[in-house]
């Protein structure tokens, strides 16, 4: 019992990063209708940036910042003079050009750093805590659980609360119609790469304390894991990126802990294909919206 | 209710449509289309089109499908680009899509175009969150037209929600909210019953008496009767007549053309 109590909320905390992750997914396919394969490689160069502000300055939140904005950086400078060059009538060109930037990105970090792991060491302990003599999670876990739940709150703030929310809302679901009402389409599309971009940059950087380090392969797994939440709750849906990440988390930290983290990928695997069978939009997809 | 109207010669052919309305005091015409040639592949979609839309006036465009009358309205909102002619609003080019609300332009969508997932409010919100409004004028301005077009009630419920005539007007809401000087209906009243396109065509006529001038495209010929100060007719892409709506219908060239206005109701 004690231990399902562990692997549960250690599941928790490993699923939001997977659901911060999926929800940066989510994010561009509502902005660009494209899944960029590049997303991975892009948070690890903004997490590479976050390292050498950690190195430089000693400070954690100047790194978290320097994640964010190089993140934002990327996305802007990806979609402005890649993916705008594009063609866009199919999502194919765009799909390719994001795994390309994936090869170029990954190249380019392995030459200039090398294969080896930079270790990243956890800005509070990872060791557990314990709720009367009953181990839960660590309290890096529950600073990454805070700090998952207030991006995640914000995001909804921001797309729900406010006009710029209302603007890329509009602008994802019927972009011509919105140009017609005077919505900046295109600058809407890049706030969008640019938020994606700075979500998966803050959530790889919450993920390399817990795995072995920083190498340009570091958020490979991740990406894998995200993408699947982001098939399973609907590549539209911001809620099913939050539940099927907190979903794939839980199972991953159960079959690892009572089984075998070999066997982890096989259940994601077995979780995918079932919701595919069952639901092939998506958990939580709903039906294509017409258009006029 | 006396509005100015271009000297109307019914049975006049192409040129009648591209006369501008001279207005009293000379000013150029709040839309002006002239000349205007749109070909789709082979399809020439519009042929030598022309005409006004004055301070304040109700022009109906009519026709039978795939005449050309959204086609249009596509053309002075940038959408589609002609082959030839001009689009001149207030005497200036038309502006870019993006910037028509700027230059006090609004148009409905002949299938609705709402953003699904949204509720009715923020429906029509979206048309006033590019300008530099305060927000709370915004949000006046939301409830103004969501009252003045009886959709108060249904503000927050989603517009998937809505029946079709709600929906509709929430459509027309969204234009209405920017308060426009040049007003595109596409089909305002198609599949409206006989009470919904009554009081239609009274926010129209209202709207017609502030000074907005409307261009709108519709079927339903008593509408069209009802608030129409001229009627342009459209077939095959041409300007087949142009005319008070009285001089329209006796046309025998708009019969002949076409019979599916009549046969439409
Ligand atoms: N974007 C487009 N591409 C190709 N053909 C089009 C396009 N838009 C309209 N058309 C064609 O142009 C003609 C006029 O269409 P439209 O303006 O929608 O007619 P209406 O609104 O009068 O029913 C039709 O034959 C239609 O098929
Ligand atoms: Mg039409």
Redesign the pocket.
Known sequence: MDRLVLLVSTGVARGLVIALFALSLVIIWRAARIVNFGQAAMAVVAVYVAFAVHAATGSYVLAVLGALVTGALLGLAVERGLMRRVPGATPMPGMIVAIGLVMVLQSLLGVLFGPRHRPMSPVFSQSPLYVGDVPVLSRYDLFVLVVALVVVVGLGLLFNRSTLGLQLRAAAVAPEVSRLLGVRVPRMVTIGWMLSSAVAALAVLLLVPTELGLNAHSADVLFVHAFTVAVLGGLDSPAGALVGGLVVGVLISLVTGYASAGLAPLAVLGLLTTVLLVRPGGIFATKEARTA | MSRSTTPPTAGSRPSAGSRPSPGATGRPPRLEVDALTVE??G?T?LDDVGLTVGDGEVVALI?P???????VFNVVCGL?RPRSGSVRIDGRPAPATSRLADRGVSRTLQGLGLFGGMTAAENVLVPLTGRPRRSADGERAVVAVLQRLDLLDLADTAVDALPYPERKRVALARALVTDPRLLLLDEPAGGLGADDIAALADVVRGIAAAGTSVLL?EHHVDFVMAVADRVVV?DFGRVVACGTPDEVRSDAAVEAAYLGLEAAR
Do not use: D, H, R, S
């Open positions: 789709f592949g399809l979609a026709g499908n795939g005449a050309g009358k959204t086609t589609v495209v459209l």
